[in-house]
């Protein structure tokens, strides 16, 4: 079974600070890691993806199969960062099957 | 381009009552996607279509069922509403099957049961 696991619901921090998401994941296999945001009244859209291992909007994620994570980072957050943050897995023959973690609300302050 | 739309987008049933969601991909993706969305948690993944066969299916009672379209425009049915059925269901397209296309995402449906 293939499981996601974002432990933390809420994030705060202040505008530069640096900011982590974490993501934990269960799989047997090589999965496909991704990050997707929704900002306030926005559609759920990619942020990024493992394979790409491109920065988006300053953020990166970098895959750790030793420990079966896939963080979120970005060394200096700016408010237009505040939005929900999935983790989400594909695996296998089943891509386009995502797994989601509960989500991660982050508030950047001013 | 208009992205993966969804229709209601917001509606209300009563128990027992049927619902009957629809949604057009993006034009040239042929993978449907269905997944509900319960307050405060992440997707859960429902169903997957792609050339109008199913190709997954998550675990959702029979109650649940989809088809896709020779247009590969979909439609979610669920029968026999139970208040734990109100959701935001969302659907998702892709081109196809392959790692490395994106997975699209429509505004949802809100499903109130009551």
């Known amino acids: 079974a293939q499981r996601v696991t974002q432990p933390e619901k809420l994030l705060s921090v202040f505008k530069g600070a640096p900011v982590e998401l974490k993501c934990n994941y269960s799989y047997s296999g090589s999965p496909e890691l991704f990050w997707y945001v929704q900002y306030s009244r926005q559609r759920l859209q990619l942020l990024l993806r493992h394979i790409s291992r491109e920065s988006i909007k300053g953020f990166t994620a970098d895959l750790n199969k030793g420990e079966t994570s896939f963080h979120l980072k970005k060394p200096f957050a700016q408010e237009e960062d505040s939005a929900m943050y999935y983790c989400a897995l594909s695996g296998g023959t089943s891509y386009g099957k995502l797994t989601f973690g509960q989500g991660t609300i982050l508030t950047v302050h001013p | 381009d208009a992205g993966v739309t969804q229709s209601p987008t917001h509606l209300i049933k009563t128990r027992g009552q049927h619902v009957t969601l629809r949604c057009s991909p993006i034009s040239g993706h042929k993978s449907v996607s269905w997944y509900q969305q319960v307050l405060g948690q992440g997707p859960q993944f429902i169903f997957q279509y792609y050339e109008k066969e199913e190709r997954g299916r998550g675990n959702f009672p029979d109650r649940f069922s989809a088809r896709q379209f020779p247009n590969y425009s979909s439609e979610l049915n669920v029968n026999a509403l139970l208040l734990g059925d109100s959701a935001l269901y969302l659907c998702?397209?892709?081109?196809?099957?392959?790692?490395?296309?994106?997975?699209?995402f429509g505004e949802g449906s809100w499903l109130t049961v009551v």
């Open positions: 998702a397209s892709s081109p196809g099957l392959h790692s490395g296309n994106t997975i699209y």
